[in-house]
C-alpha cells in the first residue's frame, strides 16, 4: 500500500526551506547530495539525507517525511554541530534499526537522545556530545533540539503531523493528507496559501484575519517568519 508520506512530493525546495527556516541551497544539498572538487585533490561527494523525489525544477519534490526530516537536520544544525557531523549522528541514528529515515522515526523522539550519548562517549566523540544533555538523571537532547521535536507527532513508527517550526509561536500545523499538506492555521484553520494569496494582492491583515477567525497576530508573525521579505514590504 502507497504511503503518501513518504512517496508524495508536496513541497518544492524553497517552500520546504522556508517552512524550516533554512536557505534553500542549504536545503537542496541535504536532498540532492553533493560533489565538490578541492584544488590538488580528489573530489569529495556526499549522499542525500532528507527524502526527495526526483522532479522538474520548480516541481514539487519533497514529501511529508522529507520536511520532517528537514526539521530536524535544521535543529541539530541550530545546535551549531557542523554538517559532517550531523551526518556522523545520522549514520549512528540509522545503525540502530530505522536505515532510510531515522529523523522521521518515533525511535529519534524516544531513544536518539540515549543512543547519541552513548556512542559520543564509547568513541570520545565530543560534538556529537553537544547534542545531549543529562536532565534528571535521565539522557535527553539539547533544549534547541528538543523544541524542535516537540513540534512533531507520531502516530506510528513514523511521523504524523508537524507543527511548523519556523515560527516561534505554535501557529500553523501540517498533516499530508489534509489540504494537500498545506500548512493551516490551528487558530481558525484557514490553508496559508489562502492567506498569503490574499496578503500579497494588497489586502491588509486585519481583513484576512475577520474572515478567517484567526487573530491578526499570528498572521503577522507566520508572513514575516516564510516570507520576511514580503512582509516587510
Known amino acids: 500500500m502507497k504511503d503518501q508520506r513518504f512517496e508524495t512530493p508536496l513541497y518544492t525546495v524553497t ?13 537542496a544539498t541535504w536532498a540532492k547530495g553533493y560533489e565538490r572538487q578541492r584544488p590538488g585533490s580528489a573530489s569529495v561527494s556526499q549522499g542525500p539525507v532528507i527524502t526527495a523525489i526526483e522532479a522538474d525544477p520548480g516541481m514539487p519534490s519533497i514529501p511529508f517525511i ?3 526530516e528537514c526539521t530536524v537536520v535544521e535543529a541539530f544544525r541550530r545546535s551549531g554541530l557542523p554538517m559532517q557531523r550531523i551526518r556522523k549522528a545520522l549514520e549512528v541514528l540509522a545503525a540502530q534499526g530505522e536505515l532510510e529515515h531515522a529523523l522521521a522515526s518515533k525511535q529519534l523522539y524516544t ?4 543512543i547519541l550519548y552513548d556512542y559520543a562517549g564509547q568513541s570520545g566523540d565530543k560534538q556529537l556530545r553537544l547534542l545531549t544533555v543529562v536532565s534528571s538523571k535521565q539522557i535527553v537532547f539539547h533544549d534547541v533540539i528538543e523544541a524542535y521535536l516537540q513540534r512533531i507527532s507520531f502516530g506510528d513508527t513514523w511521523a504524523t503531523e508537524l507543527i511548523v517550526p519556523v515560527t516561534e509561536h505554535p501557529i500553523l500545523r501540517v498533516r499530508p493528507n489534509v489540504a494537500g499538506g498545506d500548512p493551516l492555521f490551528m487558530q481558525g484553520g484557514a490553508p496559508l496559501s489562502a492567506v498569503h494569496d490574499r496578503f500579497a494582492a494588497g489586502e491588509s491583515t486585519r481583513s484576512i484575519a475577520r474572515d478567517y477567525a484567526v487573530s491578526e497576530a499570528q ?3 507566520a508572513l514575516h517568519a516564510i516570507w520576511p521579505s514580503q512582509a516587510a514590504a
Not at 15 to 27: F, W
Not at 111 to 114: F, H, P, R, T
Open 15 to 27: 517552500q520546504a526551506a522556508r517552512l524550516v527556516g533554512m536557505s534553500p541551497s542549504t536545503l
Open 66 to 68: 522529507g520536511l520532517v
Open 111 to 114: 531513544d536518539g537522545a540515549e
Open 219 to 221: 498572521i503577522n508573525e
